[in-house]
């Protein structure tokens, strides 16, 4: 048991002891038994702490996090020939807006010729089989005719009609229309998206090989994506969140806004974050893919219990407050925080609303470790 000096305690210092349960005095300002201290009536300390009640108020918790701006994988399309040959000719310039099947520029391929002709082919052989179905269904309706050259004749039909689906398949791949196509004419690269020209290497009399780099990139930034990055501890709260604002290093005092569009199911072990991307509108095309963002979520608000820091005392490892009970008479209460709003503590257990605590002054309540 130490006993304390009474010019210390008049400094403010009260030593607690813990592990004794038998009420002491001490310099005649305190009496401390256990948790609990009873400050004498006359002691210089009451006038320097200060006690309040403790109320619940509407709070929003709110964490920052970085990101990255990215374009919306189906709002960007690189833009490549789908045969070998040269180009002759462009439609475009950077910076250009475009809608879905404009054309980006066009070549001339022995390639696509090929395919033009296989297609062309194909229509022909699908067409004579067609009628030469409807011959033999005829010449068995009239009784002259045998029902195993019907079957053969059906049966060379649907062979003749895949080849034909295939070949126009492979032409409507490449955006080919062949209700407007001329065997021979060079090949007319379209675009398969709405946007703007953002990349333009297109050089006419250049020879592209089938397997050549994208020579064009048309994307639509009107939306984009900032993905950022959630640590595993605040993963819950994105469930809840109710705002999402975006600065940019580019745009100093500026925010934008968005909102969740997917939560990735998979966790980074190394980094222990989550990514997230967030949906953003942007009209005037000022988010950048490849910028870097800070993104602040803001979970939706509800009624918590927030102390003055400086209320919330520290020992080894637990965080207590002083709660009032009685007059002059005070209980050290542990408590646990879930984070800090500027000069405001979360409490997420060990207080209810109405309980009055030290809210200045708590230091001169601090333990003698």
Known sequence: MNIIHPMICMAGLLCFACTSKQEVAI??????SGDTVKVASGSPVLGKIKTNEVWLAPYQASFSVSGVVEAIPNHYAQIASPFAGRITQSFVRLGQKVRKGSPIFEISSPDFFDAGKNYYQAKQEMELAKKSLKREKDLLANKVGVQKEVEEAEVNYELKRKDYENALASLKVFQINPDEMALGQPLVVRSPIDGEVVANDIVIGQYFKEDAEPVAVVADLSQVWVAANVKEKDLASVSNLKQVEISLVAYPGMTFTGDIYHVSEMLDEETRSVQVLIVCDNPERKMKP???????????????????????????DNAYVLLAVGENLYVKKNVVTSGTDGDKSIIQSGLKAGDRIVTEGAFYFIDAQ
């Open 27 to 32: 310099g005649g300002d305190f009496q401390v």
């Open 290 to 316: 490849a910028m870097y963002a800070s993104v602040k979520l803001t979970d939706e608000a509800s009624d918590a219990v927030l102390v003055p820091t400086s209320a919330i005392l520290q020992k080894e």
